[in-house]
Every structure is written in C-alpha cells, then in structure tokens.
C-alpha cells in the first residue's frame, strides 16, 4: 500500500518503507517506478528479517556508520539495506530473483 504524507517523511527524503507501507512526500512520485522499486525491495527486507529485527539491524548500522563517518548521509547510504536498494533500484527484474537475505552481500562491500 502506497500512503502520500509530507509529514511523516523525513526532511530530505522522498520516500519511505514502514512494512506493510510506503510513504511518499508527493502523490507525483507514484509514478517513479526506480523510487517505488528501491520501496519494494526494502519491504522485502523486512519482510525476510521479521519486520522489528529489521529495524534494530538498520539501526544499529546506522550508528556504527555514523560513528565511522562523522557524516549522516554517508552512514545512511552505507547501510546494507540502504546498498542493495540503491544499486539495484534501476532493476525492475531484482526482486523476482533476488535471493533470501541477498542484503547480505553488501554489508563489507565498497562504500556509495
């Protein structure tokens, strides 16, 4: 289920995934299909990992990031959900093969 709401989107960002939900800032970015996939494959995310140990993973590898980087951006790009998402994003064929916790495989990969 696709929600539009300005609100509950951070500042800075267009969207949003809270399983089974993805929040957009603007009812326009409906039709970003790169935005709606990057959405899908972090439900997908959640969804393998249970939902609630998906958030504890991401943040805990957020602080790590931020202790590592000093910078937010860089430490929310290098999270390893954040890295699959974003490099397969273009991919509208990812999440019919994507393998179970593929995420995996990006968390000692090169930064982005």
Known sequence: MIFISKYLVPKGYTG???YPFVFLKEKALK????LINHEYIHLRQQLELLILPFYVWYFLEYLFGLMKYRNHRRAYRNISFEREAFLQESNMEYLKTRPFFAFLKYLCKHEI
């Not at 039709?31 to 790169?34: F, T, W």
């Open 16 to 18: 949003m995934t809270m």
């Open 31 to 34: 039709s970003d299909i790169v």
